[in-house]
């Protein structure tokens, strides 16, 4: 199975807003409700920021949200910070009880 | 509060096996899947397999079939991933991750090398 899709990398400015996009298929993004996303700093472990599509954990700030048409799932921050930069991860369920990852997305804050 | 704890960093050579533990405490044990994912320097994560600790069904991804093995010890409320033939670019950073939804908390990560 071939990973989710994610854009290499992104980048805007402070106060700005910014939307991730993570390509799947039938079998997977477009089949579950189980996409989530990840951020990741530098020699940090990943940090859960959405899951099942659209939903935040507890302490996460409301300036993150997810969505999803189709086989595709986005990730949009608002009123993009300084400590926004991080690398991005989108992961889902598939048919066959397996999970993927997306390649990642390396956010850039100007 | 609800952590997951890896055990130490490995170095191994090539060809051999390497046993990670990951010892959950703060919630019940049973109630929730544990999967394990890997993570090479610089590049992206891939997850390797899963385990639901209340009756041992695992799951694995396919690159890893017939490499790696998934178990727990209930009463030490610990999952163990077992990875066999390693080679070079199985030099990575390996994590526990607990599922409800998504992949959360994390554990800290145990860094395996592979060196001759």
């Known amino acids: 199975q071939s990973a989710l899709t994610q854009p290499a990398s992104v980048s805007g400015s402070p106060g700005q807003s910014i939307t991730i996009s993570c390509t799947g298929t039938?079998?997977?993004?477009?089949?579950?409700?189980?996409v989530s996303w990840y951020q990741q700093h530098p020699g940090q472990a990943p940090k859960l920021l959405i899951y099942e599509v659209s939903n935040r954990p507890s302490g996460v700030s409301d300036r993150f949200s997810g969505s999803r048409s189709g086989d595709t799932a986005y990730l949009t921050i608002s009123g993009l910070q300084t400590e926004d930069e991080a690398d991005y991860y989108c992961s889902s369920y598939t048919t066959t009880t397996t999970v993927l990852f997306g390649g990642g997305t390396r956010l850039t804050v100007l | 509060q609800v952590q997951l704890v890896q055990s130490g960093a490995e170095v191994k050579k090539p060809g051999a096996s390497v046993k990670v533990s990951c010892k959950a405490s703060g919630y019940t044990f049973t109630s929730f899947d544990v999967s394990w994912v890997r993570q090479v320097t610089g590049q992206g994560l891939e997850w390797m397999g899963w385990?639901?600790?209340?009756?041992?069904?695992?799951g694995y991804a396919e690159k890893f079939q017939g490499r790696v093995t998934i178990t727990r010890d209930i009463s030490r409320t610990t999952s163990y991933m077992e990875l066999s033939g390693l080679r070079s670019n199985d030099t990575a950073i390996y994590y526990c991750?607990?599922?409800?939804?998504?992949?959360?908390?994390w554990g800290q990560g145990t860094l395996v090398t592979v060196s001759s």
């Open positions: 039938s079998s997977d993004i477009g089949y579950y409700k189980f």
């Open positions: 991750v607990r599922e409800r939804g998504g992949f959360d908390p």
């Open positions: 385990i639901n600790p209340n009756n041992g069904n695992t």
